[in-house]
């Protein structure tokens, strides 16, 4: 068997989603991969807060670091293309002021604007005798609020605003599914400079950080392709997006999307 290369840095992105859920804050870490082959990631991040002892709010100069935190996550996963791997963590207890805190990823982040840092309302004070720390709840998006609307799988009607240039592709029709933190659009049709080539379009969101993709997937030079046998409804939220979605070309010729990856494959015909 061929070893799995170790993961580039362009491989994947590490993301940070914080909200504030019943009194508790719940902090999010998200692996992000786009296309790139399966790869193993061995990294560690670090997770902490830090606060204003002045109580200004936003504040503004030196941040102290809170009592307890931070907290590591070390990875050692095999990531697989166009996927994610998540880990929350929720800080329960804080029984003092300021009631504004800024939480992060690494000590060189120090723009409260990066997408992997941010201020956040304290947790209620629940235990002065309890020291205020991260618990780790693990992986997975199961505590994680959602952050979108939740869509059944199904075809689009020819009504639906299509968000992409007919320069890129000319649709013939489109699929769309979310289970109300990850969302998959995609688009059949013919490659918007030439009606041979067939084309996909994929486009994937994460509702829970706030991260788009589009993926172009070539499908061959025997005309426009359209779907043909699709997931649908509410039951398949989540595994669809990750489905083989059938297709028929303008020529004949029929065959797969596969979602795990992007690849087209077409069935041997006799």
């Known amino acids: 068997m061929r070893a799995i290369p170790a993961c580039q840095e362009s491989d994947y992105s590490i993301e940070l989603g914080v909200w504030n859920v019943r009194g508790n804050v719940l902090v999010a870490v998200g692996v992000l991969t786009n296309g790139a082959p399966v790869c193993r ?15 200004l709010d936003p504040p503004h100069g030196p941040l102290r670091p809170v009592r307890g935190n931070p907290t590591r996550w070390t990875i050692s996963r095999v990531l697989h293309p ?9 800080w329960r207890n804080w029984c003092r002021r300021p009631r504004s805190v800024f939480v992060f990823l690494d000590e060189s982040l120090g723009a409260a604007t990066d997408r992997r840092a941010t201020w956040v309302a304290a947790p209620a004070c629940r235990n002065r005798r309890v020291t205020s720390r991260f618990a ?3 992986y ?18 020819h009504e639906t605003p299509i968000p992409v240039s007919p ?9 769309l599914v979310s289970d109300g933190r990850t969302l998959v659009a ?37 005309g426009a392709v359209k779907l043909t046998r699709v997931p649908h409804g509410r039951a398949v939220e989540t595994s669809a997006q990750h489905a083989d979605l059938s297709f028929a070309s303008a020529g004949g010729k029929h065959g797969f999307l596969r979602l795990a990856g992007d690849r087209v494959v077409f069935a041997v015909s006799g």
């Open 41 to 55: 990631l061995g990294r560690t991040v670090r997770l902490g807060v830090k606060y204003h002892p002045g109580n």
């Open 82 to 90: 166009w996927s994610q791997v998540v880990h929350t963590w929720t």
């Open 136 to 138: 780790d709840t693990g």
């Open 140 to 157: 997975g998006t199961r505590l994680l609020p959602f952050t979108g609307d939740r869509i059944p799988a199904r075809v689009l009607s």
């Open 167 to 175: 320069t890129l592709i000319r649709v013939q029709n489109a699929w």
């Open 186 to 222: 995609v688009y059949a049709g013919e490659a918007g400079e030439d009606p041979a080539k067939g084309r996909f379009v994929v486009i994937r969101q994460s509702l829970v950080f706030g991260i788009q993709s589009r993926d172009v997937v070539p499908a061959g030079h025997d």
